[in-house]
């Protein structure tokens, strides 16, 4: 039985390559692979797990991922991301001005949006319009930052009109506050 | 004036017309004030009731604007309004919380406390009082206390006794939405 020759294997196959390429030859080749090499991902797992953690930690929240920055009748607009109420701009007044009739409550819970078209977030303080008849247009139910009703201080729910005249609720506007980066 | 001058001075007229005209055509972004960490903290732990600036309703809220340092006047304002209960039992930090309060009893709460000399709160110091928040009941009458020791020990302004005095109807209870 003839046994492996290892010996006489790996000097026919240095002699071969040795024979068929020339020693600059086989340095400019090493030579590329070393100046390619970074330009391939080297650990191409750990770099999906990266990109996967990265997708799962999108930017904003839901509110503001869908919000849009035009239409402040709309209860997608960016600065109604924790609103509770009407909205009243849709009352006769804006944003940040009550409807003839109704007069702006002092106190109110300040939240924070981001606005999708700088990615920044703003503080926003949700004041109610205090002392006419609810408006009941433009409703909206939105809960970014807003907290349950033991932390009454961040509730949307509870009616801001602390040191009006009236406690009667008609609409809610979203005041711009300052920018929070 | 030669004419090399004459040349120079009606190009830099021209081009404040063209920066005025251009000025005009392009309405100014509304300015949008930059708030510090501290400001940040302050407006959505306390400032919805107190107001941006400090002011709000002052018989429903206490006026923190140019009165919150005369409670450094005494140990005993100085200690009432970190243990007051939303305060010392918001959920900022220990170090946040020191923080807010060297601000809003320093730069908001006017030169009252600064100018007599008193020394800022320690973050120990915040953390040791905010362990034992007010639990009395009665915590206006108890407020009218500590303001009444810190007018008889200072000249401390007259708005500090505006809170509690008389409540404004609607001040009740909150209500929910229907």
């Not at chain 1, 100046?35 to 839901?62: C, E, H, I, M, Y």
């Not at chain 1, 402040?72 to 409807?99: E, Q």
Request: charged share 15%; glycine share 8%; net charge positive.
């Amino acid at each position: 039985m003839k046994r492996l020759d290892v010996d006489n294997l790996g000097e026919r196959l240095t002699r071969r390559l040795a024979g068929r390429l020339s020693r600059r030859s086989a340095l400019a080749r090493l030579g590329a692979l070393l100046v390619a090499a970074p330009a391939f991902p080297l650990l191409p797992v750990q770099r999906a797990r990266a990109a996967d953690a990265a997708q799962s930690k999108p930017k904003g929240t839901d509110f503001s991922r869908a919000a849009q920055t035009h239409d402040d009748k709309a209860c997608n607009y960016w600065r109604y991301c924790g609103i509770d109420g009407n909205l009243c701009s849709c009352c006769g007044g804006s944003m940040h001005s009550c409807p003839p009739g109704s007069q702006p409550s002092p106190t109110s819970w300040i939240g924070s949006c981001i606005n999708p078209d700088d990615d920044r977030a703003y503080l926003i303080a949700y004041r109610d319009c205090c002392g006419a008849k609810e408006c009941n247009h433009c409703s909206c139910l939105n809960t970014d930052h807003a907290m349950p009703i033991y932390r009454p201080q961040a509730n949307n729910h509870v009616i801001w009109c602390f040191g009006t005249q009236s406690f009667e609720y008609h609409c809610s506007m979203a005041v711009l506050v300052g920018l929070a980066q | 004036m030669s004419i090399r001058l004459a040349l120079a001075l009606a190009s830099c007229a021209l081009a404040g017309v063209a920066a005025g005209a251009a000025g005009a055509a392009v309405p100014a972004k509304p300015a949008v004030s930059r708030l510090t960490a501290v400001q940040v903290a302050y407006l959505t732990s306390c400032g919805g009731c107190h107001g941006v600036e400090g002011s709000s309703a002052p018989h429903a809220v206490p006026t923190l604007r140019h009165l919150t340092g005369s409670f450094l006047c005494t140990r005993q304002g100085r200690q009432f309004i970190v243990r007051l209960p939303d305060v010392a039992l918001s959920s900022l930090s220990d170090r946040m919380l020191t923080r807010v309060m060297n601000w809003v009893v320093f730069d908001l709460g006017g030169p009252a406390a600064a100018g007599r000399g008193a020394r800022p709160y320690t973050v120990a110091e915040v953390a040791r009082l905010r362990r034992e928040p007010l639990t009395q009941t009665g915590l206006t009458a108890y407020r009218e206390q500590v303001v009444a020791h810190v007018e008889a020990r200072c000249a401390a302004p007259a708005g500090l006794n505006v809170y509690g005095a008389a409540y404004g109807p609607g001040v009740k209870s909150p209500s929910p939405k229907g």
